[in-house]
């Protein structure tokens, strides 16, 4: 009897288990189930199409560089015997900061030049005696041989003394000094760093459509937040010829004797001599960007994939040369969840 209740309680037990096993699985199976959303609009912003006026001017980012940097070198090798720079001190080209010890150059150059007044008295003597007959053509050859040789000579140690000169090679001041007086130096070791803070430039992108009004010489007005109430001008003297892949173009402007410094930010502002409207639309629409133009447009409740061929950037729009009309709308919002033909609805319009 007992050994049947027990039987009976397992039989219940391993049944209800199974039961409960089975239950979950079919939850487990239902939450599997992909729900079709596809009928379910999508929350978007939309903006209508339209022409606005563009200015005759364009206004692009740059920032400030420098124009020459450069390094101070030794030409040959020696000891460091003055150097009259420090870190911002200010130099001008061919000025020279500091010499290597030439001492035995000039002893060397003393010894030459005896050596070349003696040589010259024997070649006069020995000229004197040829022509008396008293001497040969081969010792005229040879003194003068031996003169020659020793004006070579002074020549060459008086080059090395001038070598030894350390020159600055432009104006400008100095950011940074690598040795001092009593370190020794190589050909080519790299004693200062100077820039020219003087005449820096503004560098600048600009669009395929506004680089071609471009022309060198041409100027433009600068500005910046940091002096907000007053401008600066600059001269084009570099258009690249060779555009990125974003089709925007290096320019250059030279600026002079102005009081920015090299990595400000400023705004760069063109006068293009030309005023209309374009058809225009955020920038926010373009659904990746300005590499592959694509906006979605508003249709029968649907967003549409649409292509789209771009121009000038006109501050947060850009202009649309083709693929869109007045008057259609298109998601600058909510794109992330599109796909062609996703069912939409409009929040607000900007």
Known sequence: MKKSVITLSIIALV???????????????????????????????????????????VSLPANIELTNEATVTSAIQGKIETLGIEVGSRVRKGQVIGTLDSKIKQINLKANQLTLDKLEKDLKRNADLFKGNAGTEVSVTNSKYDVENTRIQIELTKQQIADGNIISPISGVITSRKLMAGEYANPGNVIATIVDDVNLK???????????????????????????NKAFVGKVKFISPKGDENHNYRVELTLTGNSLRAGTYVMVNFDLGRKGSVLQIPKLALAEGIKNPYVYVVQDGKAIVQKVTLGREIGENIEVISGLQQGQEVVTSGQINLTNGTKITKTSNQ
């Open 202 to 228: 503004a560098v600048v992108y600009v669009n395929e459509k506004d680089v071609y009004q471009l022309k060198i010489g041409q100027s433009a007005r600068i500005t910046t937040d940091v002096f907000p």
């Open 15 to 57: 049944g209800l288990i199974g039961f409960t096993l089975y239950k979950n699985k079919k939850k487990i199976e239902a939450n599997k189930v992909v729900v079709d959303r596809t009928a379910l609009p999508v929350a978007v912003s939309t903006y209508q199409v339209s022409y606005q006026e563009l200015a005759g001017d």
